[in-house]
């Protein structure tokens, strides 16, 4: 099983390992494109501050980042493990994970990355700040550059398994599964079930979905469950205790919207 995350915009900081070294990150393959990334964040942030800031659209309350990303080089590096904080992160709360399942969590999920494409839990990185919607002077929009980067190595990657999808859109751009591969692919939306006047609603809760998606990883993790298929992963997040539906989309695609009533 191969599990697809999202970054989180929060990163932990005050790090004291060395730093980054490219040609010791997973999936070698991207390790040209993301020097290619890296040197421009980096050329781009050491100039017009103002400028920086504009392409990165930060607020005028995080200008500080710029200086952080110029600094990207020689900034310590922490596993991604550590440095991915934020909703998702702290459900699926990687630390407190027993050895079997977080040697699971090492092996099947896969962090997407404005700035590395993507990366594996292990890979030792600086906090940086670089969303997958950013657009650098030289190569364009990131998501269609990682796009290009992946098509050959990410199907290697998922294997013959399932393909859990649970990124954003902005970083589900940077990779489709196609052909066989989206066959095995799911992709997870969260409802929050409510009833107003003996009517039932269901709504799309921004900080209520990501913290699903973060538990429901940790039960997969911890349940040592290893579905095929769409299908079957929507069989064993019953059992996990989760309330799924299964529903229609384009041919091969598998969508499940997971239900829940309380917040959490």
Not at 62 to 82: F, I, N
Not at 109 to 132: E, H
Not at 211 to 224: M, Q
Not at 234 to 252: H, I, N, S
Request: with cysteine; hydrophobic share 45%; net charge positive.
């Amino acid at each position: 099983m191969l599990v697809l995350l999202p970054p989180s915009e929060g990163k932990a900081t005050g790090g004291t390992g060395a730093p980054v070294a490219l040609d010791s990150l997973s999936l070698p393959e991207l390790t040209r494109a993301r020097a290619t990334v890296l040197d421009e964040l980096v050329e781009l942030c050491s100039g017009d501050e103002e400028k920086a800031a504009e392409v990165l659209g930060l607020s005028p309350g995080l200008r500080g980042e710029v200086a952080k990303d110029a600094a990207l080089r020689t900034a310590p590096a922490m596993p991604a493990a550590e440095l991915y904080t934020g909703v998702l992160y702290d459900a699926l709360g990687l630390a407190a994970l027993g050895r079997a399942a977080r040697r699971r969590a090492e092996e099947s999920l896969l962090v997407f990355s404005g700035l590395w494409g993507a990366v594996r839990l292990g890979d030792r990185i600086p906090a940086y700040r670089c969303s997958m919607g950013v657009k650098l002077p030289g190569v364009g929009g990131l998501a269609a550059y990682w796009r290009r980067q992946m098509t050959d190595v990410l199907p290697q990657v998922a294997g013959d398994g399932l393909v859990l999808d649970l990124r954003s859109s902005s970083y589900a751009g940077a990779w489709k599964p196609a052909g066989e591969v989206a066959r095995r692919t799911a992709t997870v939306r969260v409802l929050q079930v409510t009833e107003v006047d003996g009517v039932e609603k269901r709504t799309v809760v921004s900080h209520f979905n990501k913290a699903t998606k973060g538990r429901l990883v940790r039960a997969l993790l911890e349940s040592g469950a290893r579905p095929k298929d769409p299908k079957a992963l929507a069989r064993t997040l019953r059992k996990l205790g989760f309330t799924v539906e299964e529903q229609p989309g384009a041919p091969g695609a598998g969508r499940l919207d997971v239900l829940v009533r309380e917040i959490h």
